[in-house]
């Protein structure tokens, strides 16, 4: 019998979209400690550890890093190794931001946090004031309770968020849509934009080239593909989501996850599964 999800989805209210995708959501105590290993999304994460730390800790490439305060803003992965390690409880709320969130919100370009989970007080010390304004609830809270504190706390950053930029959002929306089976030369001339420009640009407010961010939206697809077929359908997820073949899919497979899709099937990847929606 398949476990349930580590972590609970909950829906961003619509007029939170343009900022933050989604909520991810746990308040439960832990029979045994508890790794979650980050993997490319194409998305950053605000989170808030709302139980206490009691000997929680992450690891960022094997460096270990104690978790001293509540807030954290975690920035894309591309090759970096990072992982959070909770012990006795898993109690907190994470906010998947959209690929240009985290810029808009926090101010912070990509570069400032890629392949980190740094302490918001420390990239971002108003925000980290605000934080502790609009965050009060503790384990005893309801998730609903929770929600709305996000919530509260995403209005109010949103009121004086960064303004868009409007080619890398039409870049962003473009590869989104077509889940990462696009050409950026034709987002390049859509948008009127030199390669160069366009890829400086994007990664500034997302935090990878549009090519790499494309390959991740690639691969999400495919894994959401993979997840409803078994081993005998490889050529035919490998297909449908783009590849050249499936030596081609396998490949990416193991690039991004370390394992080749049969092992991806036949393994539980249940906090995986829960960031990958």
């Excluded at 979209?17 to 439960?28: D, F, M």
């Excluded at 929680?56 to 894309?76: A, E, K, M, N, P």
């Excluded at 370390?258 to 990958?276: H, K, M, Q, V």
Aim: with cysteine; net charge positive; glycine share 8%.
């Amino acid at each position: 019998m398949a476990q349930e999800p580590d972590f609970e989805e909950v829906q961003a209210p619509r007029e939170l979209r343009p900022w933050v995708r989604r909520y991810l959501y746990a308040n439960r105590p832990l029979a045994s400690d508890l790794t979650v290993q980050a993997k490319p999304t194409g998305f950053c994460y605000f989170v808030n550890f709302f139980g206490g730390n009691r000997g929680d800790y992450l690891t960022i490439d094997r460096r270990v890093v104690s978790r001293r305060t509540r807030w954290f803003l975690c920035g894309q992965i591309t090759d970096h190794d990072l992982r959070f390690c909770h012990r006795h409880s898993l109690r907190v709320t994470i906010a998947e931001l959209t690929a240009t969130g985290h810029h808009r919100l926090f101010g912070t370009t990509g570069s400032d946090i890629l392949g980190l989970a740094a302490e918001l007080a420390d990239i971002a010390p108003e925000r980290a004031c605000l934080a502790g304004r609009c965050f009060s609830l503790g384990p005893g809270g309801s998730r609903d309770g929770h929600v709305a504190q996000a919530n509260a706390f995403f209005t109010r950053l949103a009121e004086r968020c960064l303004p868009a930029d409007e080619a890398v959002e039409h870049v962003v929306g473009a590869i989104e849509r077509d889940h990462g089976m696009v050409r950026i030369a034709q987002l390049c001339a859509q948008t009127g934009i030199a390669p160069r420009e366009l890829r400086r640009r994007f990664q500034h407010a997302v935090g990878m080239s549009p090519k790499f961010f494309a390959q991740v939206m690639q691969i999400k697809w495919a894994v959401g593909l993979l997840s409803a077929q078994d081993e005998a359908s490889l050529a035919v997820v490998a297909q449908e989501a783009g590849f050249y073949d499936q030596a081609h899919f396998n490949r990416a497979m193991q690039r991004f996850f370390s394992e080749s899709p049969s092992a991806f099937l036949r393994s539980d990847n249940r906090s995986f599964r829960s960031f990958y929606g």
